[in-house]
DNA sequence: CTGACTGCAAAATCTTTGCAAAGAC
DNA sequence: GTCTTTGCAAAGATTTTGCAGTCAG
């Protein structure tokens, strides 16, 4: 896993390079994201950031607009649930799937190479341009069955 | 593929085990996703009903509910394209997965045996009992490209 | 007849936008 | 200083709900 202040300045040059400026908020979006493991909505990570720390001002709207930045610069990833809701996660970690459990929500990343291949595969067969692949698999979890 | 009047049977059948009644909207719901392949949005299905069939009332609610309940039931299935939007399709052929134009929103149909093995397995590995499983390729199609 | 279903409009969710004030460079 | 970013609240987009009238069985 990449070391943080790696990320930091990864993410500085990013805005840098695109005429952005680097702001306390957005660095503790990209931090949050850092720190949990795990995959919040955007809701979760306003209301941790804004429980974490109280003393720093965020508005939900700055934590959408720095997540979608995250997402275009492909620092960060989602994942959607049905019609509404999405989940954010660090998108550095290398590429994997997910099993959600239906009732409890919680989440089980997998990976398995065969499954990228095949992805590969049939994008190739229909002549597509493959720029994102997901896969879900949804059940009950152990614990909730 | 199913003959329509054996699908409209197994639908009034469904009805009739769940207390419910059969109406005109719920038919012509059932009909538009038997007559008409492909994949659409509640919006679409309740404008192009309203269009063919002028003189019979229908509300976007009942198309909500009705497409809840044919979902329920596995007669229809959805897929839903990140945050918002999800496009219905008749749920009765055989499983498969999804290759989705991010440009001109155009989706493919494929299905490959060897990954609805693995996606088996990997449930099983986690012990999850799987209810469902999606994939979705996103990329830019032939012609978008 | 009775209870479920419908359309409508209002409410609920989640996300985006407009704008004046604040902050980065 | 200039130009971007922010928070706020208002607007949007999509879906669900409450309700009184309507309809299937």
Do not use: W
Not at 89 to 102: T, V, W
Not at 106 to 130: H, L, P, S, W
């Amino acid at each position: 896993m990449i070391e943080y202040p790696l990320l930091l300045e990864e993410f500085q040059h990013l805005l840098k390079a695109n005429a952005l400026k680097f702001t306390k908020q957005r660095e503790l979006v990209l931090k949050f994201l850092y720190e949990n493991e795990g995959h919040y909505t955007p809701e979760d990570i306003y209301t941790l950031l804004k429980q974490q720390y109280p003393n720093i001002n965020i508005g939900i709207a700055t934590v959408y607009r720095t997540l979608s930045l995250l997402e275009t610069s492909h620092i960060a990833s989602s994942i959607s649930f049905g019609v509404q809701g999405k989940k954010y996660e660090l998108g550095l970690k290398e590429h994997h799937d997910h099993l959600i459990c239906s009732k409890c929500g919680k989440i089980i990343e997998f990976y398995d190479e065969t499954i990228e291949q095949i992805q590969e595969e049939v994008a190739k067969k229909f002549n597509f341009k493959m720029t994102d692949h997901t896969m879900k698999i949804v059940g009950l979890c152990e614990n909730c069955q």
